[in-house]
């Protein structure tokens, strides 16, 4: 059962950034399906560095993409992939200690992903006026 599904509402109406979004989701869902199944400690020694990985080549697409754009907050927006990095790692180091709470995990991932895109990517999208589904590149 996937705890987060992808809507028309979490768009921020590029299409790539969409797309690496969904694939967040999708690694978020793996990890609570193995958390859900009790099966978590072996497959998440492998999966949280994936999600590590990938969210750190998306926030790069995302800070360039704001750049590019001259978004005014791209500072701050830098500092919360950071600090996201920063907390996927401190995950990864104390992973006994998450999974001792895996509903606590699966929820914090879930509203880390889902408030960062609701609040914060849909700023820069504002910044550049894109409109969901809008094709841009």
């Given at each position: 059962?996937?705890?987060?599904?992808?809507?028309?509402?979490?768009?921020?109406?590029?299409?790539?950034?969409?797309?690496?979004?969904?694939?967040?989701?999708?690694?978020i869902n793996r990890i609570f399906e193995l958390v859900d199944s009790g099966d978590a400690r072996e497959k998440m020694t492998s999966l949280m560095p994936e999600l590590y990985w990938y969210a750190s080549e998306h926030f790069k697409d995302e800070e360039l993409f704001m750049f590019e754009t001259s978004f005014p907050?791209?500072?701050?927006?830098?500092?919360?992939?950071?600090?996201?990095?920063?907390?996927?790692?401190?995950?990864?180091?104390?992973?006994?200690?998450e999974l001792s709470n895996p509903a606590r995990l699966a929820e914090f991932l879930k509203f880390w992903l889902?408030?960062?895109?609701?609040?914060?990517?849909?700023?820069?999208?504002?910044?550049?006026?894109?409109?969901?589904?809008?094709?841009h590149k």
């Amino acid at each position: 059962m996937a705890i987060m599904n992808w809507t028309d509402s979490l768009s921020v109406g590029v299409n790539e950034i969409d797309n690496q979004h969904k694939t967040i989701i999708n690694i978020i869902n793996r990890i609570f399906e193995l958390v859900d199944s009790g099966d978590a400690r072996e497959k998440m020694t492998s999966l949280m560095p994936e999600l590590y990985w990938y969210a750190s080549e998306h926030f790069k697409d995302e800070e360039l993409f704001m750049f590019e754009t001259s978004f005014p907050g791209r500072a701050e927006h830098k500092e919360l992939h950071d600090k996201m990095l920063s907390e996927i790692q401190s995950i990864m180091e104390n992973l006994d200690h998450e999974l001792s709470n895996p509903a606590r995990l699966a929820e914090f991932l879930k509203f880390w992903l889902t408030d960062h895109i609701v609040i914060h990517d849909k700023a820069y999208a504002c910044h550049a006026e894109i409109l969901p589904g809008k094709l841009h590149k």
